[in-house]
């Protein structure tokens, strides 16, 4: 079956330290890829979206992500994070062949250190 | 302004009762979804509507009916309640141009406690 995993739960980084929150999909062709973000007691909001091109995405806040093919990976980075960076942060994939619907990943918490 | 709404933002109930959470969008949007969130944060797609016509159905209980009166509102009506129901609900929209390609904007959520 096709999925998404973020195998980190939690992440914590110190504030100005570099991030990168991994995304791994489960699916033969190249699905299209989302990074969103939900702030404490918040809905989700679009970071940025793969559909084909550039594997390399900019997104807002600064967030920028990567597809690599080889390794069926769309790992977020952010060069210096900021405290407001906090937050729940959600990878999610539409396959090609059902635009219908799109699949969240279990989602990591990023947490950051003063 | 909001973009998408939910109320109440705050539902406590007890097992058996019937509830509603309602959902509006100012953003003009074609399509409004329902997802559920569980208490490990697992995001999952409930509904799916398109100018006021289901499109998805991800083999909810019955005990949940959707409404959507007119395309900026769909609401969530839930029936004899259970514990197993306690979550938080989300509100979402998108234009319909590209269906799940768009990009979804999200309501604050409307957290369900079943006691």
């Known amino acids: 079956a096709q999925s998404v995993t973020q195998p980190d739960i939690h992440i914590t980084v110190s504030e100005g330290a570099s991030l990168e929150l991994r995304c791994n999909y489960s699916?033969?062709?190249?699905?299209?890829l989302f990074w969103y973000v939900q702030s404490p007691g918040q809905g989700l909001q679009l970071l940025l979206k793969y559909f084909s091109g550039d594997t390399l995405v900019q997104g807002i806040k600064g967030f920028e992500a990567e597809f690599k093919r080889s390794q069926s990976s769309f790992n977020l980075r952010k060069p210096s994070v900021h405290w407001s960076d906090a937050a729940e942060y959600f990878c999610?994939?539409?396959?090609?062949?059902?635009?219908?619907?799109?699949?969240f990943g279990s989602g990591t918490r990023l947490s950051i250190r003063p | 302004d909001t973009a998408v709404s939910q109320t109440p933002k705050y539902l406590v109930t007890q097992m058996g009762n019937d509830k509603s959470i309602k959902c509006e969008q100012n953003l003009g949007h074609d399509t409004m979804y329902w997802y559920k969130q569980d208490s490990k944060k697992f995001l999952k797609i409930m509904f799916s509507y398109n100018n006021k016509e289901l499109i998805i159905n991800e083999t909810v209980p019955n005990r949940f009916s959707p409404k959507s009166p007119d395309k900026a509102h769909l609401n969530l009506h839930i029936n004899s309640l259970e514990l197993g129901d306690s979550a938080v609900y989300f509100c979402a929209s998108s234009r319909q141009e590209w269906g799940a390609l768009e990009t979804q904007y999200f309501g604050p959520g409307t957290r369900l406690l079943v006691l």
């Open positions: 699916y033969g062709a190249t699905p299209y």
């Open positions: 999610a994939v539409v396959i090609h062949s059902s635009a219908s619907k799109i699949i």
